[in-house]
Nanobody, 125 residues
Framework: QVQLVESGGGLVQAGGSLRLSCAASGRTFSRYSMGWFRQAPGNEREFVATISRTGGSTYYADSVRGRFTISRDNAKNTVSLQMNSLKPEDTAVYYC??????????????????WGQGTQVTVSS
């Protein structure tokens, strides 16, 4: 199994920035597409961003496009989410996820195979 551990969450004022990181175990990290999802209390889990195995392709939810940037460093087995211009509606637990297959960038959470424990992001107004 792939172990994923998120870090970097915290409290930030609206308009501020945070950078989330996800550390993955294993020597086959580059074989996985990676994604970020988020879930607020009482809400459904929603897609945030995804990145291809080589990092050459990315895709974002409309709600974060232009504000968030996903990246990966396969040499370090990490994937990051740079979050700028944060809004209160960005408040959620953010999860890192790994997808072992597929030919296209995946936005459906059910098609991801491994998940981290989540890290809390709170944006104050």
């Amino acid at each position: 199994q792939v172990q994923l551990v998120e870090s970097g969450g915290g409290l930030v004022q609206a308009g501020g920035s945070l950078r989330l990181s996800c550390a993955a175990s294993g020597r086959t990290f580059s074989r996985y597409s990676m994604g970020w999802f988020r879930q607020a209390p009482g809400n459904e889990r929603e897609f945030v961003a995804t990145i291809s195995r080589t990092g050459g392709s990315t895709y974002y939810a409309d709600s974060v496009r232009g504000r968030f940037t996903i990246s990966r460093d396969n040499a370090k087995n990490t994937v990051s989410l740079q979050m700028n211009s944060l809004k209160p509606e960005d408040t959620a637990v953010y999860y890192c996820a790994a997808q072992s297959g597929g030919l296209r960038l995946e936005v459906r959470s059910l098609n991801y195979d491994y998940w981290g424990q989540g890290t809390q992001v709170t944006v104050s107004s």
